[in-house]
């Protein structure tokens, strides 16, 4: 991690004139942020570099508070995630589904008990399902948009699906089914590290997908990791704008922890929970109106307690593991995954207690993206 960046003048200063540039900057800082204006590259290495700096986090965190308590409100929306297939095609080397990890038990979910899982999700209080997979060519275009099709008759749940790069024709045809949400992760916006991740990935059609999503009017989420093995401030304050230049509906990050099993287990990097949700309120500072979720990876650093924070600093969204508790353990992206000997009931009642124990309440509707209106 860089030295804190004050971003003073050069030359000598007084600390009355240092303190005076913190507090201009602090204030252009909020100021655009709680008027929803861009902020600058300059602004933005100001707060990524100061996340060592105890008291200006603590300002970033309660700024980044006031900032989605003004455009996301206390409510908090939950979407259960049913994580359907851990078959995929891909060789990311940091996934613990990847096509060559051979230690795992693979399966899959036939539409019957996707609807099943759904019934309970709408029955638990959660008003969006979130299906996701490996990059299972099983489920076909058509496949696909059958379970789309009966999901949204039978529970009229709002419907995201994250399984993946598709060509247009697919999304589209998904979208016409009934699909409202797409979550697929840029990862990282350094070319050279998203190659070294994704032996078989193309990061131009990753983001060119994005850009179609958005194009054919699919509320689009993405996101990236933090802590990348090679990363620095500049690729940090790079995956922030690239999620402002995307325009994304929601915004979902967590931090890098490779699977033991896949070839990056050694790049094994110490994360603190204090930084990455100060990542998170970040991203609310400069996505005032996107969705952020506080995923299920923060609690892997911290158990128990680390999505609370991320929801205190700047996250509106819960994102509960509804998969069959037969199939939890054998979708382990990454070591020490909460919740895999659970049930989804357990999950549901759990995550109430959560989230009303910060003084937040729980969303009635869909939850849709702020920015449609």
Known sequence: MAESHNMLPKGNITRAQASKTEVLMRDIIEQKSMNNKRLTRE????????LKNLEIREWIYKTADSVRKKYMTDTVFLRGIIEFSNICSKSCLYCGINSRIKNVERYRMEKEEILETCFQIKKNGQTTVVLQSGEDPYYTKEKMG???KAIKEQTELAVTLSVGERDEE????????GMDRYLLRFETSNREIFKKLHPDGDFDNRINCLKVLKKIGVQTGSGFMIGLPGADDNDLVNDINQCREL????????????????ELKEEFIKHEIDYITGV??????TNPDSHIPATTAFDAVLEYQGRQLALKRGANIFMPNSTPQKYRKSYQLYPGKPCVDESGDDCASCVVGRITSIGRTIGKGPGHSMKRG
């Open 247 to 262: 325009d994304l509906d929601m915004i979902g990050v967590g931090p890098f922890i490779a699977h033991p099993e896949t």
């Open 146 to 148: 059958e379970i789309i």
């Open 43 to 50: 602004e933005i290495l100001y707060l990524v570099t100061n």
């Open 170 to 177: 697919t999304y589209l045809y998904w979208k016409n089914c």
């Open 280 to 285: 998170i309120a970040i991203l609310r500072l």
